[in-house]
């Protein structure tokens, strides 16, 4: 006989509204941090009568190789790629039944903000920093983002480049979500996925897309991803899918998706990015 999904399982609405604040914060210091540039001119901030006991040191010759429709570009590129995100939020959020909408819309946003912290701190090094035995980056070639500024050797910012990069990085583990929807708890998936993109992503982000890396020294060439993140987060969803195994009660219980319309609204994020 089939029954109505428990109504005592829906998120706390006080809870829900505190993580969604905490996920905003993390990533708005996120964003902050990408795009503040290493070097300033302080004359800008506080006239040209500035104190001489600050640095005024202009920055024009960060610029002189700046390609200005480059770096328009990959900043058009870099929104709809994070776009992408929220719209695979809706897409899985769309089919679960309605006591899991909010934890499997918070799951992609929470990765988001996540992702990008560990990316700032420590994955950009991982997967682009000087090369340690052709597999992976010395963690502390860009830790803390240190010496991602404003040069712009070829053409773009570093910073523009880094952020691109990061964008990659935070919707590659969104994608594994979805196999193991309404299966999971929720810390225990963020654990996972913190660990994952140190020990999964990044490795292989150096062996393609590093000048040194293992992948790129024998020629082979992954222009969109489709090695990156397509394959990585397909087996590894896989993989947990059947370690993870059916719903409890599949049988007994009716799956009867929330909102379907949500699920188009996704697929025209994800077509659109």
């Known amino acids: 006989m089939l029954t109505a999904p428990d109504t005592n399982l829906r998120p706390n609405p006080m809870r829900t509204a505190v993580s969604a604040f905490i996920l905003f914060l993390i990533f708005l210091m996120g964003m902050l941090v990408l795009l503040v540039p290493d070097e ?17 040191t202009s920055t024009t010759s960060n610029y002189d190789n700046l390609n200005n429709g480059d770096t328009a570009f990959m900043c058009i590129c870099c929104a709809l790629v994070l776009l992408m995100t929220p719209g695979l939020a809706f897409f899985y959020g769309g089919m679960v039944r309605k ?16 992702i990008m912290m560990l990316w700032i ?14 597999v992976i980056g010395n963690p502390k070639t ?6 991602v500024g404003s040069d712009t050797d070829g053409g773009i910012p570093h910073t523009i480049y880094a952020l691109f990069q990061g964008t990659f990085a935070i919707i590659t583990p969104a994608l594994i979500t979805g196999a193991v929807a309404e299966r999971v708890n929720f810390i225990a ?31 082979h060439k992954d222009f969109a991803g489709g090695t990156v993140v397509h394959m990585s987060s397909g087996y590894s969803a896989l993989v947990l899918a059947l370690l993870i195994g059916k719903r409890k009660g599949e049988k007994e219980t009716l799956h009867q998706p929330v909102h379907t319309p949500y699920v188009l609204l996704g697929t025209a994020l994800l077509w659109f990015g």
């Open 40 to 56: 300033r001119d302080d004359k800008m901030y506080l006239g040209n009568d500035a104190p001489s006991s600050i640095s005024t």
């Open 142 to 147: 860009y830790f803390f983002f240190r010496d």
């Open 121 to 134: 701190i420590i994955g950009y090094s991982l997967a682009f920093g000087e090369d340690e035995g052709r």
């Open 189 to 219: 998936l963020m654990f996972f996925v913190a660990l994952w993109h140190i020990i999964v992503y990044c490795p292989l982000a150096h062996m393609e897309w590093h000048s040194e890396g293992l992948f790129h020294h024998y020629g």
């Open 99 to 114: 006591n899991n909408l909010v934890s499997t819309l918070l799951q992609c946003f929470v990765i988001m903000g996540l």
